[in-house]
C-alpha cells in the first residue's frame, strides 16, 4: 500500500480542523503505523480526534509534541503561519536538521516571507505545499479519509530545499491518493487567485448582496439547483478566507480586476442588444468548461497543456478477420480546419456539415472561440460560424494551443501575422518537436515579426500591427500547409503573394477561398492572390477524409473474402495518391457515385480484396500520398515482390519521423525492409491465404498514423500486434475503435503502461 511508504516515525500536525484531520484520517485509513500527534488552540478539537482514532495525543502547546517529531505539518490559517513558525523555530533544536516542514496555505508568497522573516533564510528542510481540496465544512468532525484523493497537491520547492525533504512530503500526500505536482510560489498564487479565491470571493459577494435585499426570502426561497452550486462555497469558513484574502492581496486584486473587465463587457453587450457577443462569450465558457473536465479527467491530451499525461493508450489489435460493410469515416481534417479560419474570418453566418470533431480540429475551434468568434456546435458534425470579418478578430487573453496540429499551428502563423495584436502558438510535447522555420522564414520576408524555439520549433511568439507586403515565394519543398500560410498571410498583404510549389500539392485552401469569394489564380505551378479583399460566409459540406479511409483501403486490399465501401470520401485530385498507388499494386478499387459538393469533389469507394504485387512509387504520387504512406507501407508488405519509395523525406517530419517509425514496426513483425534517407524498400510476402508476418509490439512514439497502420496490419499477422503510446488517434480519427470493429477488426484498447 501507498501509505506503507511513509516512514514518518511521528507526525505533528498543527491546526486539528478539517485539512488536518482528514489527512490524519487518511493515513491511518491507508494503515499507517507512525505515531500521529495535533497541537490545536481547542481543547475539545484534540478530544473529539483522539475519540475518532485519527490521533494518538494533543495538546493546545506546541512545546510537549515536538520532540521526537520527524514531519510538522502546518494547517493554521495563513495569517496564523508566522506566529506558528516563531513558536517551532524557539522549540526546534538546531540539531534537529532532519525535521521536515510543510504547510497547507492556499498561498505561498506570504507564507514564504514569514518564514524568512521567522527563520532569516528558507530552511532546506521546509517545503511549502497546498492541497487542492476542501469542503465548505470545518472542523475536526468534518475529516474525511477521502477529501485527497485523485485530488492534486501542489509543492512550491526551491532551489534551495533539500530534495530528500520534498520527497519524504510527496510521499506523505500520495499515501493519502492525492497526484502530486510543483511549480513556483507565484505561478501558484496567480493560478490560485483565479481558480479559488475569485470564485470564493464572488460568492461570498452575491450572497451577501441578496441576503441584504428586503425580498431576500423569496429569492432564496426559489432558488434553483444552479444557484445553491454556485454559492456552496459561501458556507466556507469566513476566517481562514479573511486571511487568504489578505495574505494574497495582489494576485486577488489583479483577477478581480480580470473579472470586473468581463461583467463589464457583459454589461455593454446587454445593453446594446448585442446577440452574437453574448453567444461568443457563452459559448466560449461552455466549451472552455467541457476542456476543463477534461483536463481534470486526464481524458484528452489537452491535458498537456498543464500536465504530462501519467498513462499511455495501448491497442491489442488481433489477427485474422475480413473486412466487410458500408461506412463514412469522419470529416476531412485540413478541409474542417479551414472551414473554421475562413467561417471566422468571413462576413456573415457559415454553416457547415460534416466536420470532424476530433481534438486536432476542435482546438481550432477553441482557438478562434478565445478571440472573439462565435461559434455554435459541433453538434453531430454541424458547426455555425458567426464570422467577424478580416479584421474582426480580437486578441486572446493568453497562448492559443493547438494541441497536436500541425496543419492549425502553420495556418495560424499566416493568419495571425497579419492581425494588430500580439500572439503566441503553442502545442503539446509532439508538436513542439516539429519544424515551423519553414513558415516563419517566408512569413518573415513579408514583412512579419516571429520568434521560434531553438531550432525554430513552437511556440511561436508573432508580433502584431506589421505591416506585411506580397512576394514572390519558390517553395523549396512541396508543401500545401507552407502554400496555404503564405496565402493566408497574402490576404492582409499589400499587393500580390505568388507560391510556387515543386510538386503538386493539396488545393483546400484555393478551393474554399474561391467558395467565400476571394478570387484565387492559378497558372502552372503557381497561385496567387491580390490582399485587402474580404470573405463572404458561406456553407460548407465537409467530405470524410481520405487520409482516414486510406486505413480501412488497405484492410480490405489487403485481406482475402474482403467487401468494403467507403461513403462520401473526398478525392481532390491533389490527394489521390493513396488510391492511384493501391490501383498500381493490383487493389480492386472503383470509384462509385461521383459528385461535386461545395466545390471538392466526393466518390464512393468500393473496395474488394485482390493479391497486391510491388511497384516503385512514382514521384510524381508522393507528395499526393505523403499522409497516406504508413497505411501503404502495411499495402506493401502483404504485396508480392518489393516496394520501393524514393524522395519522401518529407515523412521525417511529421507528428514523428514516421520513415524510422514504421521501419521499426516492420522489424518488429518480421517484415523484411532497407530503410534510405528520403526512402525505404519493403519487400512483401504476398501469400493469397494465411499470416503474411508475424505478431510484436510496435511503439506508435504517440503518431496516430503510426499506430492506425498497425492495427490495420494485425489483420493478416501470425499473432496480435501490440501497439503503444496511441491516446493521440483521438486527435483524428476519434471513432477509429468502434468503425473498426463494425467492419470486422478486432482492437482493444487499455491503459497499461510500456513494458
Aim: proline share 5%.
Amino acid at each position: 500500500m501507498a501509505s506503507r511508504a511513509v516512514s514518518e516515525s511521528r507526525l505533528l500536525i498543527v491546526g486539528l480542523g478539517l485539512i488536518g484531520g482528514s489527512l490524519a484520517a487518511a493515513l491511518r485509513a491507508g494503515g499507517h503505523r507512525g505515531e500521529i500527534v495535533a497541537c490545536d488552540p481547542d481543547a475539545d478539537e484534540i478530544a473529539r480526534g483522539v475519540e475518532m482514532g485519527l490521533i494518538d495525543r494533543g495538546d493546545t502547546q506546541l512545546a510537549p509534541l515536538v520532540e521526537d517529531a520527524s514531519l510538522v505539518v502546518l494547517a493554521v490559517p495563513v495569517l496564523a503561519m508566522e506566529s506558528v513558525m516563531a513558536e517551532l523555530a524557539r522549540l526546534l533544536p538546531r540539531a534537529a536538521a532532519d525535521v521536515v516542514i510543510t504547510d497547507v496555505g492556499s498561498t505561498k508568497a506570504a507564507i514564504r516571507d514569514a518564514a524568512v522573516r521567522v527563520f532569516g533564510e528558507l530552511p532546506s528542510g521546509l517545503v511549502l505545499g497546498h492541497p487542492i481540496a476542501g469542503s465548505e465544512k470545518s472542523g475536526v468532525a468534518a475529516a474525511n479519509p477521502e477529501l485527497y484523493v485523485r485530488h492534486k497537491v501542489i509543492l512550491t520547492p526551491t532551489s534551495d530545499t533539500d530534495p530528500v525533504a520534498v520527497a519524504r512530503v510527496r510521499r506523505l500526500w500520495a499515501a493519502c491518493g492525492a497526484e502530486v505536482l510543483e511549480m513556483t510560489v507565484e505561478r501558484h498564487d496567480q493560478v490560485l487567485a483565479r481558480t479559488s479565491h475569485l470564485p470564493h470571493l464572488l460568492a461570498f459577494s452575491l450572497v451577501d448582496t441578496l441576503a441584504r435585499q428586503d425580498e431576500r426570502l423569496d429569492i432564496f426561497r426559489y432558488a434553483a439547483g444552479g444557484f445553491r452550486d454556485f454559492t456552496r462555497i459561501a458556507g466556507s469558513d469566513p476566517v481562514m478566507w479573511r486571511d487568504i484574502f489578505l495574505a494574497n492581496r495582489d494576485a486577488v486584486l489583479a483577477s478581480l480586476d480580470d473579472f470586473e473587465a468581463g461583467v463589464a463587457r457583459l454589461r455593454h453587450a446587454v445593453e446594446c442588444g448585442d446577440g452574437d457577443g453574448l453567444l461568443a462569450t457563452f459559448d466560449r465558457a461552455s466549451h472552455a468548461r467541457h476542456y476543463f473536465e477534461s483536463l481534470l479527467n486526464q481524458s484528452s491530451y489537452q491535458a498537456e497543456y498543464q500536465m504530462q499525461q501519467q498513462g499511455k493508450l495501448t491497442f491489442r489489435a488481433a489477427p485474422g478477420g475480413r473486412v466487410v460493410g458500408r461506412i463514412r469515416v469522419p470529416g476531412d481534417k485540413s478541409i474542417s480546419h479551414r472551414s473554421i479560419m475562413l467561417g471566422a474570418l468571413a462576413e456573415g453566418v457559415t454553416e457547415i456539415k460534416g466536420f470532424l470533431e476530433g481534438e486536432d480540429s476542435l482546438a481550432t475551434l477553441q482557438a478562434f472561440r478565445e478571440m472573439g468568434v462565435a461559434i455554435e456546435g459541433p453538434h453531430q458534425g454541424r458547426v455555425t460560424v458567426h464570422g467577424v470579418g478580416m479584421r474582426g478578430l480580437e486578441a486572446p487573453s493568453g497562448p492559443l494551443y493547438v494541441g497536436n496540429a500541425g496543419t492549425a499551428m502553420r495556418l495560424f502563423a499566416g493568419l495571425l501575422a497579419g492581425q494588430a495584436f500580439d500572439t503566441e502558438l503553442t502545442g503539446d510535447a509532439s508538436l513542439t518537436k516539429r519544424p515551423m522555420g519553414r513558415v516563419a522564414d517566408p512569413l518573415r520576408l513579408m514583412g512579419a515579426e516571429i520568434d521560434t524555439a531553438e531550432g525554430g520549433r513552437p511556440p511561436l511568439r508573432i508580433s502584431g500591427g506589421r505591416q506585411l507586403h506580397g512576394i514572390e515565394y519558390d517553395m523549396p519543398m512541396a508543401s500545401a500547409q507552407v502554400k496555404s500560410c503564405l496565402l493566408l498571410a497574402g490576404l492582409y498583404a499589400e499587393g500580390e503573394t505568388r507560391v510556387r510549389e515543386p510538386a503538386p500539392t493539396r488545393d483546400h485552401t484555393e478551393r474554399m477561398l474561391q467558395g467565400f469569394g476571394y478570387a484565387v489564380h492559378r497558372e502552372g505551378d503557381t497561385c496567387w492572390l491580390q490582399g485587402g479583399g474580404k470573405l463572404t460566409a458561406a456553407p460548407i459540406d465537409v467530405p470524410s477524409d481520405i487520409s482516414s479511409a486510406a486505413f480501412f483501403l488497405v484492410a480490405a486490399a489487403i485481406t482475402p473474402d474482403s467487401d468494403l465501401v467507403l461513403e462520401h470520401v473526398g478525392i481532390n485530385p491533389t490527394r489521390i495518391g493513396v488510391i492511384n498507388i493501391l490501383q498500381a499494386m493490383g487493389a480492386d478499387l472503383r470509384l462509385e457515385n461521383e459528385r461535386e459538393v461545395g466545390g471538392e469533389p466526393v466518390a464512393d469507394l468500393h473496395v474488394r480484396y485482390a493479391p497486391l504485387h510491388g511497384i516503385d512509387i512514382p514521384a510524381d504520387q508522393v507528395p499526393l500520398a505523403i499522409d497516406e504512406f504508413p497505411a501503404l507501407f502495411v499495402a506493401a508488405a502483404n504485396a508480392e515482390g518489393t516496394t520501393r519509395l524514393r524522395g519522401a523525406e518529407e515523412l521525417r517530419v511529421k507528428e514523428s519521423d514516421r520513415l524510422q517509425a514504421m521501419a521499426d514496426g516492420l522489424a518488429a513483425i518480421g517484415v523484411e525492409h532497407t530503410l534510405l534517407p528520403d526512402g525505404i524498400d519493403i519487400v512483401g510476402g504476398g501469400k493469397a491465404q494465411g499470416a503474411s508476418y508475424g505478431g510484436g509490439r510496435i511503439d506508435s512514439l504517440g503518431d496516430h498514423r503510426i499506430a492506425m497502420a498497425f492495427a490495420v496490419a494485425a489483420l493478416r499477422a501470425d499473432d496480435a500486434i501490440v501497439i503503444d503510446d496511441c491516446a493521440n488517434v483521438a486527435t483524428s480519427f476519434p471513432d477509429f475503435v468502434t468503425l473498426a470493429a463494425r467492419v470486422g477488426l478486432t482492437i482493444t484498447q487499455s491503459d497499461e503502461e510500456r513494458r
